[in-house]
């Protein structure tokens, strides 16, 4: 797999922003739920945002690990499954959040534990996309996203210093 070639570095304050009308459309869609789960780590702070917005209190994890490095997917594993009371009828009037869905690999495993549970993204990819069925903004496959817990501040050239042959 080859690197990205379009960065999105997301500030602390976009992220917030994305997160809160994530909740916004979920709200707008009527759902109901009655715990959060949220994939570990990314989905950690989108669902302490959308569960302050949304006014949910149960918020549970699972872990899926994926990314063994940043340059490649490596196989899945899941780390730390569900609480069974959440997965009772399928996860029906669950909500499951992240931050992104890229390749759709960890949504499917997600998916195929709690198939009735409503799947939330802020960032998707085209071949995640069909996995999710709420997220705020579309980016192209081969662009990666900086989240602003993986950055400090750097230098960006500008893109017009781009090698573009």
């Known amino acids: 797999m080859s690197l990205p070639e379009k960065a999105f570095p ?36 989108p669902a302490a945002i959308i569960a302050r917005e949304l006014g949910i209190r ?20 899941v780390l730390k499954e569900v609480s069974p009371v959440l997965l009772e009828n399928d996860g029906a009037d669950v909500l ?28 998707a990819k085209p071949k995640g996309r069909p996995l999710v069925d709420s997220f705020v903004t579309e980016v192209s496959q081969d662009t990666w996203i900086y989240f602003p817990w993986d950055m400090g501040f750097t230098y960006q050239r500008p893109i017009s210093e781009d090698d573009r042959s």
């Open 58 to 77: 149960v918020i549970e994890t699972v872990s899926i690990a994926s990314y063994h490095d940043y340059a490649a997917q490596g196989e899945l594993k």
């Open 10 to 45: 997301v500030s602390w304050d976009q992220f917030h922003r994305d997160a809160r009308a994530l909740a916004w459309r979920l709200a707008d869609n009527g759902g109901s739920w009655k715990a959060i789960v949220c994939i570990t780590r990314g989905g950690l702070v």
């Open 96 to 123: 499951i959040v992240d931050d992104l869905t890229d390749t759709g690999k960890t949504a499917a495993v997600v998916r195929a534990i709690m198939p009735k549970a409503h799947f939330a993204t802020v960032y």
